[in-house]
């Protein structure tokens, strides 16, 4: 299962990494292969002052080795090796009516001393973050992760998009990241699902994130703004500055288990900008995004 998932997102990097080269049709991807001492590595894909992306990352790995104690305390096993490997990318556009992505899919392996493996699982997830909200893209992305969902469980779309208002969620601000999407972690064998049932669903999933996102850059991408939208896009960044930092799982677990530190905060973006005790506008389009953003909204 670990060979086929770390060949599925080999495959997958390159097919995003390709369409988003030719929708921002000025710079390209800068590829950085890299070694994990304590076993594995992975390839890191970054494009950074684009015509269409300010910053953005396509990233895979696959690290192996002895669990960190760290991780020991949080997965409550004794000495034990693992494997994980996953896709994660975050893309920053500079058009502020374009929204901000994040999508991951990853896959984990634990064994015990004789090598046999004693736990596995799948994770990951999509998710949008707009800093002026078009209703009408948030509806299309999550139809279209409905849609990748309906195809295995009806129950999926709606429980994976609660948990995604729940995890994404700043509770410091009292708001959310972004307007969600799909979030899903700890996908075991059980008697409905099989591992290999997990992994024909999360690659639907990630089969599904073009036709997810690229639309609404198309959409949008042209769109006039000025200095105001600008300010605004790089308050809203520090917000998501702050949910990487302060609460994310994968940004931990990177830090904790001796990762590429500059992989794991390559989903920071440039320029980002704390303004004291800013208030939006009554009656701004500003406004009607935070308003969203406290009490999410069924989109589909």
Known sequence: MKDK?????????????????GIDGEVKFQQDIW????????????????????????????VHGKLPKSMQTYFK????????????????????????????????EMYNKQGEIIDSWFGGGQDLTPYYLFEEDAMHFHQTCKTACDKHNPEFYPNYKARCDDYFYNAHRHEGRGIGG?????????????????????????????????????????????????????IRRGRYVEF????????????????????????????????????PEAGSEEEKLITVLKTPKNWV
């Not at 599925?8 to 988003?20: A, G, V």
């Not at 008697?191 to 049932?197: A, F, I, L, P, S």
């Not at 599904?208 to 105001?228: C, G, Q, T």
Request: proline share 4%.
């Open 5 to 21: 998932f770390y060949q599925y997102i080999q495959n997958l990097q390159d097919r995003i990494t390709s369409k988003l080269e």
């Open 35 to 62: 070694k994990r001492p304590e076993g594995g590595g992975g390839r890191t894909r970054v494009i950074e002052n684009g015509k269409v992306f300010e910053k953005g990352g396509v990233n895979i790995s696959g």
């Open 77 to 108: 096993v004794g000495d034990a090796d693992f494997f994980a490997c996953g896709l994660s990318l975050v893309l920053h556009p500079k058009n502020p009516m374009v929204p901000t992505v994040h999508a991951n899919w990853r896959y984990f």
């Open 182 to 234: 799909l979030f899903f972690d700890y996908c075991k064998a059980s008697e409905n699902m099989t591992m290999e049932n997990w992994y024909d669903f999360v690659t639907e999933v990630g089969d599904s994130f073009l036709e997810a996102y690229v639309p609404i850059v198309e959409k949008r991408k042209a769109l006039k703004y000025n200095d105001a939208h600008r300010n605004w896009q790089e």
């Open 244 to 279: 990487n930092l302060v609460h994310d799982k994968g940004t931990l677990f990177g830090l904790k288990t001796n990762g590429r530190i500059e992989s794991i905060l390559m989903s920071l973006p440039p320029h980002v900008q704390w303004v004291y005790d800013h208030q």
